[in-house]
């Protein structure tokens, strides 16, 4: 069983990927971990951001967040890095960069039987035959102040800041001409606002066991 989680920034997206994988006993896929191995990559080999570049890109394996390499080469240490960061937003808008990721990781998914996959276009567009989309949602004020929450050990403590952000983010995710930010026809929305991370799951989990039900008939 696929199942993928799509959704804005700040929705817990990662959160509620990780907790649910647990409960099910699945692999998780976080999409984001593998643009920024590209973009720690090109950086780390001091490589310019071409097609024929990117293509030239072989294999990413990501283990964990603390272990992921691309072309054999370690870039753990580097996934969090500002450059990275804003690198790895750049190209993710970018058409051949979004193939090379969707790609290795529907090579990846064949490994397992069941899988969490985590991104703002699993559902829509690597895994369009997932056996359940899931669109997280939230308020933009509360998903604003769950990223303040989330950075105040870092120095960004200015809420109307965060709030810009994600703001520009949704316009930049929701306006990009390479798979935008969209809610599947299919998925099941959930809107978190009020909700808890595990009562999240739970509402998850609840909707596999009556799609298992439902297939059992």
């Known amino acids: 069983m696929i199942i993928t989680i799509d959704g804005p920034a700040g929705t817990g997206k990662s959160t509620v990927s990780r907790l649910l994988a647990e409960r099910l006993s699945y692999p998780v896929i ?6 920024r191995a590209i973009a720690a990559y090109l950086i780390q080999e001091e490589l310019l951001v071409q097609v024929e570049v990117i293509k030239a890109i072989e294999n990413i394996v990501v283990k964990s967040d603390k272990e992921v390499k691309v072309n054999g080469k370690d870039v ?3 996934l969090r890095a500002p450059e990275v960061d804003r690198l790895s937003s750049k190209i993710s808008q970018l058409l051949v960069v979004r193939e090379k990721v969707g790609e290795v990781i529907k090579k990846e998914a ?3 039987e069941g899988l969490v996959a985590e991104g703002r276009d699993m559902g829509s567009v690597v895994f369009k035959d997932a056996d359940l989309k899931v ?3 939230a308020s933009l004020s509360e998903r604003a102040h769950r990223r303040y929450l989330e950075d105040v050990g870092e120095g960004n403590l200015n809420l109307d800041e965060v709030l810009a952000e994600i703001r520009k983010r949704d316009e930049e995710d929701s306006q990009r001409k390479i798979s935008p930010l969209i809610i599947p026809s299919d998925a099941f929305y959930i809107d978190t606002t009020e909700m808890e991370v595990n009562q999240v799951v739970e509402v998850i989990t609840n909707k596999i066991t009556q799609l298992k039900v ?3 008939r």
């Open 76 to 78: 753990s240490s580097q």
């Open 214 to 216: 439902k297939g059992s």
């Open 30 to 35: 976080y999409s984001g971990l593998y643009y």
């Open 110 to 112: 064949k490994n397992y």
């Open 135 to 137: 669109y997280l949602d």
